[in-house]
């Protein structure tokens, strides 16, 4: 726990993967970590497969940086689960190429496994983590998400949904679904 309120990286990740595999040490370090959470800003994206939303990311760490130059970014990229080994495909790693080796941003990709909702049931412990370890912002990527997939407004201070143009039709605009819970709709 002192090592996470301190900022190292290295015991982040051992808590984070302890969370993941619902080990009982995950739990420890939430319950112990919570009274240090609290502070940091979570901006949860979201929206169908190939609609941009790891590009945004990419985009928005980067201005993020530039501005507020003491910033420390955590971003949760949650991914499919691969069949084969049953951990994140990692995508959004190949995509956010120019965040993911800067010292002030923290990536972790997460599979689904299984879950529904565009989220990994792993993800608000992760949140907490993260808040308690400084990071400000927390983004939070669903996988690809469609019309019902919208668990990420409970967790997100702020949800961006990004929509591709073109898209279905009027019927599909007036079901909404995932547009209703945006508060920036891209």
Known sequence: VKQILSGD????????TGVEQDAETGREFVDQLFSHTGKGQVIGITGPS??????LVNALIKTWLQRFPEAEIGVIAVDPTSPFSGGALLGDRVRMRDIVRNERVFVRSMAT???LG???LAVPAVIQIMDAA?????????????Q????????????IVVEAPGL???VQALKAGILEIADILV
Do not use: M, Q, W
Not at 134 to 146: K, N
Not at 152 to 157: M, Q
């Open 50 to 55: 190939g609609a941009g939303k790891s590009t």
């Open 134 to 146: 400084h990071f400000d912002p927390i983004i939070v990527e669903t996988v690809g998400a469609g």
């Open 148 to 159: 019902a997939e919208v668990e990420i407004a409970s967790l997100a201070h702020t949800t």
């Open 113 to 115: 496994r299984g879950a």
């Open 118 to 120: 565009g989220l990994s």
């Open 168 to 170: 279905g039709d009027d």
């Open 9 to 16: 990286r290295l015991a982040l990740a051992k808590a984070i």
